[in-house]
């Protein structure tokens, strides 16, 4: 549950950071700033309906800059890091205090499973899980397919089959209900390709027209 209220400058602060984040984002294939909303508005649906205390101002300002990393797509599997740098800088420059600074980079150098340290509070694994939601269903294999290069096989097994753990990750009752049904799409969805690359494999070995006399 949410322990407060926003207070006002806090929701002037949120507008501002929305308006960074949303230039920010603009050009970022599967990380695009629909996907940050996504995020942000699952992370509160998830605060509001766990029983633990959340502070509200702290995973709103962690969900908006979550991805901040990714908009530079070298970082990868760091951008976590990356983004926790970013965003320091952009909240002591608004002049946001110590405490929360750290808390809000913590919940962005945690949210990836690639992460190097798990998420620990409750603000953290919070935004992992709304994360991970927007990973589920027939829009999470899409974004994750964005921009990914290789053969359909590579690309199935390295990236559209992984996805299946993403569910398991989760830290809340409440996430896993919220993304049950996606996962049960992307289970159906992963069984249906498997079939179908291993009866395209099977007919490419099947080819015998080389061996005819
Ligand atoms: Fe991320
Ligand atoms: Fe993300």
């Known amino acids: 549950m949410m ?6 400058e806090e929701k ?12 920010v984002h603009a050009h970022s294939e599967g990380h695009s700033y629909s996907h940050v909303s996504q995020v942000t508005e699952v992370a509160i649906e998830i605060a509001k309906r766990v029983p633990e205390e959340v502070d509200p101002f702290t995973v709103i300002c962690g969900a908006i800059f979550h991805d901040i990393g990714r908009v530079n797509r070298e970082f990868g599997t760091l951008h976590g890091l990356e983004g926790a740098a970013i965003a320091e800088e952009y909240l002591e420059a608004v002049g946001l205090e110590r405490e929360d600074i750290e808390k809000i980079t913590r919940i962005i150098a945690r949210h990836t499973p690639t992460s190097m340290l798990k998420p620990r509070t409750v603000e953290e694994k919070i935004v992992f899980d709304a994360d991970a939601l927007d990973r589920l269903g027939w829009i999470g294999v899409l974004r994750g397919l964005l921009g990914k290069r290789g053969s359909i096989e590579e690309i199935f097994y390295s990236v559209i089959k992984k996805r299946r753990e993403d569910y398991d990750r989760l830290h809340f009752d409440v996430s896993r209900e919220i993304g049950k049904k996606d996962h049960e799409d992307l289970v159906y969805l992963i069984q249906e390709l498997e079939k179908a690359l291993e009866r395209r494999i099977e007919e490419v070995e099947k080819i015998e027209f080389l061996d005819e006399e």
């Open 12 to 23: 002037e602060l949120i507008k501002k950071m929305l308006g960074f984040v949303k230039k």
């Open 3 to 8: 322990v407060r209220k926003l207070r006002k």
